[in-house]
Each structure stands twice: as C-alpha cells, then as structure tokens.
C-alpha cells in the first residue's frame, strides 16, 4: 500500500490467516479482516478514480473497519489501515493531483490520517473532534510540520451550530489561497447526539448541513469533486439514518 509499513501489512494478513488475534485494547483481527479492510481501502481508491474520471464525481464509501486511526505500523482504534489517507495518497501519485483536502467530523481525533498525510504540505487535513477525548491528541496548536493541519478540538454539549460553523471556518481557513483538486470526508457519524461513545450534539440536519457546504465549496474549487468514508458511529439506527442522510446530500 502507498503508506503503510509493508511488514504491518503483511502482519495483519498473517494474524488474518491464522484465524485472528489482538492488535491493541481496542482492535481485534478476525479471519476475514484481512479482506474487509483491503476491500475497504480499495473502495475508496476506486470511489476516487470514478471522481476523476467524471464517471461518479460524488461518492459514499459504506467500509468498516474504520481508518482513521490507522497509524503507518501499526493498528488502533478499531482502524487497521488509513482508508481516507490511501484516498489522498492515490489521487497525489496515481492521478498526479497537486492539492487534495481531507475533512474529518467524526468525535475523535483523526491521528492516523494526520500523521500519514502531514509530511505533504499539499495534502490538507481538517480534522473536528472532542476534546478531552480518545485518542489524546489533535491540539489547536498542532499544525503539522508544514502548517497544512487544522486540528478543531471541541468540549462535549455545545450547540450543534458552534460545531458546524468552526468546522466550516477552519476548512475556510486552511484553503485560503489554496485551492483543493479532490475533497475527502471521514464521516464518522459518533458525532451524532446521543452516541455512546461520544458527547458532540450533531443532528441529521446538521449532516445535511455540513454535507452540503463541503459539496457547495467543491462545486466552486474542483468541479464538486468529493469523496466520502464511513468512520465512527455506535449506534446502528443512528448511523443507518445519517448514511442516507449524507447520501441524499451528496447528490
């Protein structure tokens, strides 16, 4: 894969065969983990090569396991590889795209995605979450080595609109005098109010909202150009109803 430490690679693909086993406290390998989370990976390189190519210029990406804690070496969080971050790696090497932009609303901190895109300045990560929260890191001061980082950390309980509208204003800011080619969304939908393993507020109204202003600026940089992965979410209704949500908004 473009980023991954190929001995992790191949560890994950060994525990697979041999039937599973523990990679952390909170991610487990299975027998079929090794062709879920390649598949996973795979539908969102294809979901990008049919932005690209015009053929489907929005996309979804209904993957588990989850990436985006996914560090180079080695697994966490549930995530076993950076699905969102092989996105961006795809369309930098494979397609020759100069900017690619990565927006991520789920509650906790996309670390893996960040430490696997943050040594290229051109691929911008914007990142939402709460804060005191799992993982622990994703500072407001923390920018990344070339400044290319928005980390928007967030207390729990806060009106659903300050979420929305610092989101937006950090996107805004980080594409200032930028202008992304592919935008690219870890929608982690345990940003919903209600969900057991976080405190953020949002409603379906607010991933209609959100949705829609990251396809609107799209329209204006890159010919509407996004590309969409599922990442947390812990209650499955929730989960079920804002995927149909975020779908009807991406069209």
């Known amino acids: 894969m473009l980023t991954h430490d190929a001995g992790y690679i191949a560890s994950v693909q060994r525990l697979a065969e041999r039937g599973g086993g523990v990679l952390d406290a909170d991610t487990v390998v299975s027998s079929?983990?090794?062709?879920?989370?390649?598949?996973?990976?795979?539908?969102?390189?294809t979901a990008v090569d049919l932005s690209l190519s015009g053929e489907a210029v929005r996309g979804f990406c209904a993957i588990r396991p989850?990436?985006?804690h996914a560090l180079r070496d080695r697994g966490?969080?549930?995530?076993?590889?950076?699905?969102?971050?092989?996105?961006?790696?795809?369309?930098?090497?494979?397609?020759?795209?100069?900017?690619?932009?990565?927006?991520?609303?789920?509650?906790h901190h996309g670390n893996g995605t960040q430490s696997l895109v943050e040594q290229d300045a051109d691929l911008r990560f914007v990142s939402m979450h709460q804060w005191p929260w799992y993982p622990g890191t994703g500072g407001a001061d923390d920018r990344g080595p070339h400044g290319s980082v928005r980390n928007v950390p967030l207390p729990p309980r806060l009106a659903p609109e300050v979420y929305r509208s610092t989101l937006l204003?950090?996107?805004?800011?980080?594409?200032?005098?930028?202008?992304?080619?592919?935008?690219?969304v870890s929608a982690g939908f345990d940003s919903l109010r209600g969900d057991p393993l976080g405190g953020?507020?949002?409603?379906?109204?607010?991933?209609?909202?959100?949705?829609?202003?990251?396809?609107?600026?799209?329209?204006?940089w890159c010919e509407g150009r996004v590309?969409?992965?599922?990442?947390?979410?812990?209650?499955?209704?929730?989960?079920?109803?804002?995927?149909?949500?975020h779908l009807h908004a991406l069209r």
């Open 32 to 45: 079929g983990s090794w062709d879920a989370a390649t598949a996973a990976a795979g539908a969102v390189m």
């Open 66 to 68: 989850p990436g985006h």
């Open 76 to 107: 966490m969080g549930f995530c076993l590889f950076g699905n969102v971050a092989l996105g961006a790696w795809h369309a930098r090497v494979r397609h020759g795209l100069a900017r690619v932009l990565i927006v991520d609303w789920d509650v």
């Open 169 to 184: 204003a950090a996107v805004d800011d980080v594409t200032r005098g930028w202008i992304p080619e592919l935008v690219l």
């Open 200 to 220: 953020f507020t949002l409603e379906l109204d607010d991933v209609t909202a959100l949705t829609r202003a990251l396809v609107e600026r799209a329209e204006v």
């Open 227 to 245: 590309v969409s992965a599922l990442e947390g979410g812990y209650d499955p209704s929730r989960v079920a109803q804002a995927v149909v949500t």
